[in-house]
């Protein structure tokens, strides 16, 4: 059968409308905020290479350019025709394609994580069969049409303050919806059940989170998730691609960044505020992760991603 013309015309108007949106809603290099909580837009012209980053869980849109991620030799494209679904936050290499003649645009939706278990759990009780699959960190998706449409209205209703007041919450959830029963919905959906083996690493990486700037043990998390320490490690590295104590100093070094970037510390400062007892070695640690020094990376992050980064 011959394809519809009105169809793909349709779909190439409503990319077009996608990017210039976008370019509306992020007319600054970096990262731009947004009227919902969560959402932020990306504008970049520079090619970016084998860049350190972690994201937090949610998904990410491109609407103009490429980007991939590099996990454990594993490739995750996001272009105009894929979006990458965070289930899990872990420590990857991301490289890019812009230009100035052609910036990148993305969309970044951080995922409220009450409302993704809220939707998780209705959708787990009104659907017979299991929807939970195995967790993993990062998934790559087609973009699918459904998807796209309500990136589209989100977009829309965000240029529009009194569309934004009435529908914007109810856009972001239905997004929400979109990402959770997709093709990537039942590794993410197991990931917020926190079940099993997978779950108890992920309740571990919520601990992290929450304590990367204190003293600790593995062998206290291994306790906690109810393993063995060899066990845990194994477990551990299968989810996030990292042992504990990699994915621990990743965390702390991608939030001393953060710190740097908005000059309220002093470098000594920040390293003791993310864990480290010693600058000269959070000063170590920074540059083999990032390739550049702590002064170097932040004035990199303030003319690349700018302050939301």
């Given at each position: 059968?011959l394809p519809?013309?009105?169809n793909?015309?349709?779909q190439w108007s409503r990319r077009?409308?996608?990017?210039e949106l976008?370019?509306?809603?992020?007319p600054?290099?970096g990262?731009?905020?947004?009227?919902l909580?969560?959402?932020?837009?990306?504008r970049?012209e520079a090619?970016?290479?084998?860049?350190?980053?972690?994201?937090?869980?949610?998904a990410?849109?491109?609407?103009?350019?490429?980007?991939q991620g590099?996990l454990?030799?594993e490739v995750?494209?996001y272009d105009?025709e894929?979006?990458?679904a965070i289930?899990?936050?872990?420590?990857?290499?991301?490289?890019s394609?812009?230009?100035?003649d052609?910036?990148?645009?993305?969309?970044?939706?951080?995922?409220?994580m009450?409302?993704?278990?809220?939707?998780?759990?209705e959708?787990?009780?009104?659907?017979?069969?299991?929807?939970?699959?195995?967790?993993r960190?990062l998934?790559s998706s087609?973009?699918?049409?459904?998807?796209?449409?309500?990136?589209?209205?989100?977009?829309?209703a965000?240029c529009d303050p009194v569309?934004l007041?009435?529908?914007?919450?109810g856009?972001l959830?239905?997004?929400?919806?979109r990402?959770?029963?997709?093709?990537?919905g039942?590794?993410?959906?197991?990931?917020?059940q926190q079940?099993?083996?997978?779950?108890r690493?992920?309740?571990?990486?919520?601990?992290?989170r929450?304590t990367y700037?204190s003293e600790?043990s593995v062998?206290?998390?291994a306790?906690?998730?109810?393993?063995s320490?060899?066990?845990y490690?194994?477990?551990?590295k299968a989810?996030t691609?990292?042992s504990p104590?990699q994915?621990?100093?990743?965390?702390r070094?991608?939030e001393?960044?953060?710190?740097?970037?908005?000059?309220?510390?002093t470098?000594a400062?920040?390293?003791?505020?993310?864990?480290?007892d010693s600058?000269?070695?959070?000063s170590?640690?920074?540059?083999?992760?990032?390739?550049r020094?702590a002064?170097e990376?932040?004035?990199?992050?303030?003319q690349h991603?700018?302050?939301?980064?």
């Amino acid at each position: 059968m011959l394809p519809n013309p009105m169809n793909k015309k349709d779909q190439w108007s409503r990319r077009r409308e996608l990017v210039e949106l976008a370019g509306l809603l992020a007319p600054r290099q970096g990262y731009n905020p947004t009227g919902l909580a969560g959402v932020r837009l990306l504008r970049t012209e520079a090619v970016l290479h084998d860049v350190p980053v972690l994201y937090k869980p949610g998904a990410v849109f491109v609407l103009q350019g490429r980007k991939q991620g590099m996990l454990e030799g594993e490739v995750y494209l996001y272009d105009e025709e894929h979006y990458l679904a965070i289930s899990v936050p872990v420590p990857f290499r991301m490289e890019s394609s812009a230009s100035p003649d052609r910036p990148l645009l993305a969309v970044y939706v951080e995922f409220d994580m009450l409302l993704a278990v809220e939707i998780a759990s209705e959708v787990g009780m009104r659907r017979s069969e299991p929807k939970a699959g195995k967790v993993r960190s990062l998934v790559s998706s087609r973009m699918e049409p459904v998807i796209e449409d309500a990136v589209l209205r989100m977009l829309r209703a965000l240029c529009d303050p009194v569309e934004l007041a009435v529908l914007g919450a109810g856009i972001l959830r239905e997004l929400h919806y979109r990402v959770l029963v997709g093709p990537q919905g039942g590794a993410m959906i197991s990931a917020l059940q926190q079940r099993g083996t997978s779950g108890r690493i992920v309740r571990s990486l919520v601990r992290l989170r929450e304590t990367y700037g204190s003293e600790i043990s593995v062998a206290a998390l291994a306790h906690e998730a109810g393993m063995s320490i060899p066990s845990y490690h194994v477990h551990f590295k299968a989810l996030t691609g990292s042992s504990p104590i990699q994915y621990l100093k990743a965390m702390r070094l991608h939030e001393a960044r953060l710190m740097l970037a908005r000059q309220d510390k002093t470098i000594a400062e920040v390293a003791t505020s993310v864990g480290y007892d010693s600058p000269a070695q959070f000063s170590r640690d920074f540059k083999r992760h990032f390739r550049r020094t702590a002064s170097e990376e932040a004035n990199w992050v303030r003319q690349h991603l700018g302050e939301l980064a």
